[in-house]
C-alpha cells in the first residue's frame, strides 16, 4: 500500500494550481479530498507524476448561495454542506440527502463534490445528483473558465470534460423556486460503501399542483450517472399520481444498464433502480405535502 | 492484627479492563512500532496466477533499484534447507517461497529486503517473474476428480487430504431408512476471513550474542519459539519470540507465515534487522481464512418430531495446502459436535478435504475446530426439519435437547458434555423476546403479506483444549501453565502461556488471582506474550484461555496460598492445621477475631519467615481432564422489505450460558463483538474466488466489516451451569456468539420467507439472493 514516487506541490491561489497543472500537462492530477486519488495511488492503479494540491488554495474554498446559484468550490467538503445552515430548506433537499449518504462520516470530513464529479465513478452519488439538479460545473482552460451541463460534463468512466492541464473550479446548482424539493434513495451494503443502486429526483410543482420540472437520475446505473429522460418527460406537466410515479419507476428500470459485481446482479440493479425512483418521487413529492 | 479484611470476592465483578486505557489512548505497542537501528524492510513478490508453473525469475532489475539490499527466491530457500515448513498438525508441508509453481493467487514467490518500506515496494514490482498458467481448480468438486493432480510433491497423487469419520456408519444408515420423517439438505458454510484490524508482521534481528529477537504478530509465541528451532535448527534458546500488543487475532495469528521465516532469514544474511508487516490486501488473501464446508445434512424424525438419526458428509476446501492447525488425531477438528444440543440415538459424520487453487488456511474464527460449520449445519438443519414437520422449531429443539439430569452427556459421537441446563436456557430466552408476541405480530404481519421472521439457535459449544490424552499441536499436548509471584508489599505479577488479543486477560487473571488470594487485582500485574519470562503454554485460541490457563491461575494461586498458610501459621503462632482460609483470609479455626490477611503474610513471607523457605511464589502446569460445554439459546427477529431484498434486524437476544462468569463485562464485550461478527458474516462476507480462481475480496471495499451504524443492537442475558470439573467453574466464551450467532440470523431470514416456500439460502445472505427468492416464489404463484 505505498505508492510509485510522485512530486508533490502545494497550490496556495487556483492560479498558481493552473500554473503548475498547464507546466506538468498530463503527468499532473489534482489533489483534492484525496479520498479517491490517494487508495488509487496506493494500490498503484494511479501514478501521477506530480500531484498539485489544491487544499490551501483558499479562493476555492466556497460555499454559498449566489443569486440565482449554490455555488461549491473545489474544496468545499461534504461535511461542510451537511452542516450548511440553509441546508434545511426543502429546496435544498436532494443534495441534503446526498451529503448524508455519500461515503461515511470519516471520508465526508475530507471529500469534495468537485473531487467526486471529477472522479466520475460509475456509482458516484454526487453524479446523478447533480444531473437531477442540472448542475454545470466550471472548468478553468486555456481560454479561460468556462461552464459545463453537468449531462457534457460527465463523458464516461472515470472520464469528465476537464481536459490535459486544465481543472474545475467548482459546480453551481440553479436555486429553484419554493414549490421545489428533491429526494435521494440509496441501497449500500453498508455505510461507506458505494451504492448498489441509487436514485436522485428533484421536482418543481406549478401553482396547480401540476409538475412544472422534472430531474431524474440514476447512479451504478450505467458506465457514468444517467439521467432518466423518458420519466422526466413522462413528469412535466403532470399532476402527480400513483399511475404516473409507476411509470417513471418503470421507465427508470428500462434505463439503467449496470454491471454485475459482488454488490448484486443486472436483474437485481434493474429492478432498484425503479423500485427506488418511486420511493424517491415519493418521498419528494412528500417534502412537498403532496401524497401520491 | 487484621487491618483491612477483604470481604467480597473478585469472581463475577465487572472490573473495567486495565488496558482500556492504554488502547484508547493509542498507547499500544504493536509490532509495527517497533523500531531499530539499521532495520531493512522486506517487501514479498506475489503471484497474480492462482496456478502456474515459474519458468523463471529475474531479479536483477530489482536489485537496481535504489535502497534494494537483496531478493530471496524459493530456489535459495530450498538450498539452505528451507523451502518447505510442516504445517502445525504435521500432516502436510507449506512452500515458505513457491518452488517450481504457484498454487494460488497472491502465493509468496520472492522476497526483497531494502532500506525502506517504499524501496522494497518499488523492488518487489521491479522483479520479473515468467509464468506458464495451469488449468485451475477452484473448487472441491471439481478437485474430487483427480484430473488436476495440485500437489504431485505428495506422495499420493491425488487432490483428496484425507477421509475422517466419527460415528456408527450403519445404524445411521438403517435408522435413516426407518425414519417415518426425513430431511436431507446441503449447507455450505462459505470461505471467511477474520481481518484482524491489525494484520500480520514481524521484527527478526539475530543480536550481539547471535540470539535471535523476534517480535511477531502471534497468539501462540512459545508455539512458535519451538516450531522455529525446529525449521530452523536454531537452538531452542537461542530464540526469544515476543508478541507484544496485538490488534485482534480470531486465529489469523497462529500459523507461521512465509513472510516470518523470510524476515528471519534476511536477517541471518544481511546481518540487520529486518521488519516485515502485510497489507491489508496480503492478509486478506494469503493468511488463515475461515471455513469452506460444504455439508450434506440429513436428520430422521418420528412423526411427532422426536430425533432418531443424523449423518453430515461434509466436502470440505482446504486451499492449496493442508495448514490448518487441529490437533493431530482431528484431522476435521471437533466437527463430532455436529449433535449438537440433541439427544441423537445414533449419528455418523464424516468429511473429506481436498486440495485446490486457493489460499491454505482454514484456521481463523475457530476454523481448524470445526465447531462453528457443526453448529451451523444442525441448527439450520433443526429448522428445516421444524419446517417439514410443520411444528414450531422451538418446541423440536425441546422435544429433543440433551436433559438436565443426563450431564455428563456421553454423546454418540464420542463428547462427554460436562454440564447445561439447555431447557433454562431457552426459557430464559423465550421470556425476554417476548416470544408468544412475537409470535402474534407475526400472523398479522403475514396476513398482510408482510415478511417477518423469528430464528432461533441453541447451541452448544466445546471448548478448552485439551486433554493430553487427545490434544496436541507439533506433539506438543496442549496444556498451559501459570506462573504467579507476590511481592513484599501484597501485590504481585502473574504470567500465562496465553496471549490476549483483546480478550482482557489483564483485568480476568488479576480477578482469578484476587479472588484466590485475597489481594486487590488492581496491583496483579498480567503478563504474556515473552518467550523468555511467560511459562511455556500453548497460547490464546480456541476459546481455550479461560478452561485451560485460566484453570492454572487457580492452581497457583492455590498452591501461593498452600505455601502462604505455613507463614500464617508462624504469624498467628498456632499450628498449620489450626489455620483456615476464610472470608479471604487466614484465620485461626474458630476465632475469627484471630487473623492475618494475604497482604500481610506475603510481607513476613520476605521479613518473618521463620522456618519456611522465602518468598511467596509458584506456578502450575494445567492439563485439563476434559473440555468444556458453553451453550447458548440466541434468537433474531427481522424484517425484509420485499422490493428491495433488505433484511433488517430488528433485536437479537443472546442468552449465553459460560459457566462461572469471572467479569460480566469482558464477557458482555466478548458477546459483542461475536455477534458482530456472526452477524457480518451472515449477511455480507464471503471470500470469493471466480472460476478461474481469482480472488475478489483483496480489500475492504469487497470484502465488508461491518460498522456501528449497520450493526443491530445487541440483548445479552445468562444463566449460570458452571463446569464440575474446572476450578473456579468457568468455562471460556469468547467464540460462543460468533458460532451460535449466524444460525439465528438465517433462520430468522428462511422463517420469514417460509410462507413464500423458501426453505434455505446459503450465506451470505444479500439483498440480491433475498429478492431473487421473493421473486421467484411471486411467479412460481402468479
Ligand atoms: C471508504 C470510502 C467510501 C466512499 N464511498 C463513496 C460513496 O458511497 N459515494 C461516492 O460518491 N463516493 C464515495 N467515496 C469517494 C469520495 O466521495 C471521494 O471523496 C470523492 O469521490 C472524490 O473527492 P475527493 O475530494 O476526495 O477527490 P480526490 O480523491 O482528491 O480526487 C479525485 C479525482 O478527481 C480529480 N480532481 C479532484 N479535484 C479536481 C479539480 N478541482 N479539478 C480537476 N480534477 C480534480 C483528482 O485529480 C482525482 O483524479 C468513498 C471514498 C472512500 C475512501
Redesign the pocket.
Known amino acids: 500500500m505505498i505508492p510509485a514516487a510522485f512530486t508533490y506541490l502545494r497550490a496556495h491561489t487556483s492560479d498558481e494550481a493552473f500554473a503548475h497543472l498547464q507546466q506538468y500537462g498530463a503527468e499532473a492530477?489534482?489533489?483534492?479530498?484525496?479520498?479517491?486519488?490517494?487508495?488509487a495511488m496506493r494500490f498503484r492503479l494511479?501514478r501521477p507524476a506530480v500531484l498539485v494540491d489544491?487544499n490551501a488554495s483558499s479562493d476555492l474554498n466556497v460555499l454559498r448561495v449566489n443569486g440565482n446559484a449554490l455555488a461549491v468550490g473545489?474544496i468545499a467538503r461534504?461535511s461542510d454542506i451537511e452542516r450548511a445552515p440553509w441546508i434545511t430548506d426543502r429546496r435544498w433537499s436532494l443534495i441534503r440527502d446526498v451529503s448524508r449518504?455519500?461515503?461515511?462520516p470519516v471520508?465526508r470530513q475530507?471529500?469534495?463534490v468537485?473531487?467526486?464529479l471529477?472522479?466520475n465513478?460509475p456509482?458516484?452519488?454526487?453524479t446523478a445528483a447533480s444531473l437531477a439538479a442540472r448542475a454545470e460545473v466550471t472548468v478553468r482552460g486555456k481560454d479561460g473558465a468556462r461552464d459545463v451541463k453537468i449531462d457534457d460534463f460527465l463523458v464516461d468512466s472515470f472520464t469528465t470534460a476537464?481536459g490535459e492541464g486544465?481543472?474545475?473550479?467548482g459546480v453551481h446548482f440553479p436555486v429553484a423556486d419554493d414549490r421545489t424539493a428533491g429526494a435521494y434513495q440509496k441501497v449500500?451494503r453498508k455505510v461507506?460503501?458505494?451504492?448498489t443502486a441509487a436514485a436522485a429526483v428533484q421536482l418543481s410543482l406549478n401553482a396547480d399542483g401540476t409538475i412544472r420540472e422534472a430531474g431524474v437520475a440514476l447512479s451504478a446505473a450505467g458506465p457514468c450517472a444517467v439521467r432518466v429522460d423518458e420519466a422526466e418527460q413522462m413528469l412535466r406537466g403532470q399532476r402527480p399520481s400513483a399511475e404516473l410515479i409507476r411509470a417513471a419507476g418503470d421507465a427508470a428500470s428500462r434505463r439503467s444498464a449496470p454491471q454485475a459485481d459482488l454488490r448484486g446482479s443486472v436483474e437485481y440493479k434493474k429492478n432498484l433502480a425503479g423500485v427506488l425512483v418511486v420511493r424517491a418521487l415519493r418521498q419528494a413529492l412528500s417534502r412537498l405535502g403532496v401524497q401520491a | 492484627m487484621s487491618t483491612e479484611p477483604k470481604s467480597a470476592g473478585c469472581l463475577g465483578v465487572a472490573m473495567k479492563r486495565k488496558e482500556d486505557p492504554r488502547f484508547i489512548q493509542g498507547k499500544g505497542h504493536y509490532v509495527d512500532d517497533i523500531s531499530m537501528p539499521g532495520m531493512l524492510f522486506l517487501s514479498l513478490v506475489r503471484s497474480p496466477y492462482p496456478h502456474a508453473e515459474i519458468k523463471s525469475i529475474d531479479i536483477s532489475e530489482a536489485m537496481q533499484v535504489p535502497g534494494v539490499k537483496a531478493v530471496i527466491t524459493g530456489k535459495d530457500l530450498e538450498a539452505a534447507g528451507l523451502g518447505w515448513l510442516p504445517t502445525f498438525h504435521g500432516l502436510d508441508k507449506q512452500m515458505v517461497l513457491a518452488i517450481g509453481k504457484v498454487l494460488f493467487q497472491y502465493q509468496e514467490v520472492a522476497a526483497v529486503f531494502a532500506e525502506t518500506r517504499a524501496a522494497a515496494v518499488d523492488g518487489a514490482e521491479a522483479v520479473q517473474v515468467d509464468y506458464a498458467p495451469l488449468p485451475v481448480v477452484a473448487d472441491p468438486f471439481t478437485a474430487k476428480t483427480d484430473e488436476v493432480i495440485l500437489r504431485p510433491d505428495r506422495e499420493n497423487k491425488t487432490n483428496h487430504i484425507y477421509h475422517w469419520e466419527v460415528g456408527d456408519k450403519d445404524k445411521t444408515a438403517t435408522a435413516l431408512a426407518n425414519s417415518p420423517k426425513r430431511i436431507k439438505e446441503r449447507i455450505w458454510f462459505q470461505r471467511c476471513h477474520p481481518a484482524p484490524l491489525e494484520p500480520c508482521g514481524c521484527v527478526a534481528h539475530f543480536d550481539s550474542m547471535g540470539r535471535l529477537q523476534f517480535y511477531v504478530t502471534s497468539q501462540a509465541p512459545h508455539v512458535y519459539r519451538t516450531a522455529l528451532a525446529i525449521v530452523t535448527g536454531i537452538p531452542e534458546d537461542k530464540i526469544h519470540v515476543v508478541s507484544p500488543d496485538l490488534g485482534g487475532g480470531f486465529g489469523n495469528k497462529v500459523p507461521v507465515y512465509p513472510g516470518y521465516v523470510c524476515a528471519i532469514v534476511g536477517a541471518l544474511k544481511i546481518g540487520r534487522p529486518v521488519k516485515w508487516i502485510e497489507t491489508r490486501t496480503e492478509n486478506l488473501t494469503s493468511t488463515g481464512f475461515a471455513r469452506d464446508y460444504h455439508m450434506d445434512v440429513e436428520i430422521g424424525a418420528t412423526a411427532d418430531g422426536r430425533l432418531t438419526a443424523l449423518h453430515v458428509a461434509t466436502t470440505a476446501d482446504h486451499g492449496a495446502f493442508d495448514a490448518a492447525a487441529d490437533p493431530t488425531k482431528y484431522p476435521a477438528g471437533m466437527f463430532g459436535v455436529v449433535t449438537g444440543s440433541y439427544d441423537f440415538p445414533v449419528a455418523h459424520a464424516e468429511v473429506d478435504a481436498y486440495f485446490t487453487n486457493k489460499a491454505p488456511g482454514g484456521i481463523a474464527y475457530r476454523c481448524s475446530f470445526r465447531v462453528t460449520e457443526a453448529s451451523y449445519a444442525i441448527e439450520r438443519a433443526m429448522d428445516i426439519l421444524a419446517d417439514e414437520l410443520a411444528i414450531d422449531p422451538v418446541e423440536l429443539r425441546r422435544k429433543n435437547f440433551v436433559r438436565k439430569e443426563q450431564f455428563p452427556y456421553p454423546s454418540v459421537l464420542g463428547f462427554t458434555y460436562d454440564s447445561g441446563d439447555y431447557q433454562k436456557t431457552l426459557d430464559v430466552t423465550l421470556e425476554k423476546i417476548g416470544y408468544q408476541a412475537l409470535l402474534k405480530e407475526q400472523v398479522e404481519k403475514r396476513a398482510r403479506g408482510e415478511l417477518m421472521g423469528i430464528g432461533f439457535s441453541t447451541f452448544t459449544e466445546v471448548v478448552g483444549a485439551g486433554p493430553s490424552k487427545h490434544f496436541d499441536i507439533l506433539g506438543i499436548k496442549m496444556f498451559d501453565s501459570a506462573e504467579i509471584r507476590i511481592h513484599p508489599t501484597g501485590s504481585g505479577i502473574v504470567r500465562t502461556g496465553t496471549k490476549s488479543q483483546g480478550q482482557g486477560h489483564e483485568t480476568t487473571w488479576a480477578q482469578i488471582v484476587g479472588e484466590e488470594l485475597g489481594l486487590d487485582p488492581q496491583n496483579i500485574m498480567v503478563e504474556e506474550g515473552d518467550t523468555d519470562t511467560a511459562p511455556y503454554g500453548l497460547g490464546t485460541y480456541a476459546s481455550r484461555s479461560t478452561p485451560v490457563a485460566g484453570a492454572a491461575i487457580a492452581m497457583a494461586a492455590r498452591r501461593v496460598r498452600e505455601k502462604a498458610r505455613k507463614v500464617a501459621a508462624h504469624m498467628l503462632e498456632v499450628g498449620e492445621a489450626d489455620v483456615e482460609w476464610k472470608d479471604y483470609k487466614f484465620q485461626v479455626k474458630g476465632v475469627p477475631a484471630k487473623s492475618v490477611t494475604m497482604k500481610e503474610v506475603a510481607f513476613a513471607a520476605y521479613t518473618n519467615m521463620a522456618q519456611n523457605e522465602p518468598g511467596l511464589e509458584a506456578s502450575y502446569y494445567y492439563d485439563p481432564p476434559n473440555m468444556t460445554f458453553p451453550s447458548g439459546a440466541y434468537v433474531a427477529v427481522v424484517d425484509i422489505d420485499r422490493e428491495t431484498g433488505e433484511v433488517k434486524v430488528r433485536r437479537f437476544l443472546a442468552v449465553d450460558d459460560c459457566g462461572t462468569i469471572i467479569n460480566p463485562l469482558v464477557v458482555e464485550g466478548q458477546i459483542h463483538g461475536g455477534l458482530t461478527e456472526g452477524f457480518a458474516i451472515a449477511f455480507m462476507q464471503e471470500i470469493q474466488y471466480d472460476k478461474e480462481g481469482n480472488n475478489l475480496n483483496t480489500n475492504f471495499?469487497d470484502y465488508l466489516i461491518p460498522t456501528s451504524l449497520e450493526t443491530p443492537a445487541w440483548e445479552t442475558g445468562k444463566t449460570v451451569t458452571p463446569s464440575p470439573h474446572h476450578p473456579i467453574g468457568a468455562k471460556g466464551v469468547g467464540e460462543s456468539p460468533n458460532v451460535g450467532s449466524p444460525a439465528a440470523f438465517v433462520n430468522a431470514v428462511i422463517d420469514a420467507l417460509s410462507p413464500l416456500g423458501v426453505r434455505h439460502i446459503d450465506m451470505p445472505i444479500t439483498r440480491d439472493k433475498v429478492w431473487r427468492a421473493i421473486r421467484q416464489a411471486e411467479v412460481l404463484t402468479t
Open positions: 492530477r489534482v489533489l483534492a479530498g484525496g479520498q479517491s486519488l490517494i487508495p494511479a489544491i473545489a461534504d449518504v455519500v461515503a461515511d471520508v475530507m471529500g469534495t468537485v473531487g467526486s471529477c472522479h465513478d456509482a458516484g452519488d454526487w476537464v486544465e481543472m474545475a473550479l449500500e461507506g460503501d458505494f451504492a | 471495499t
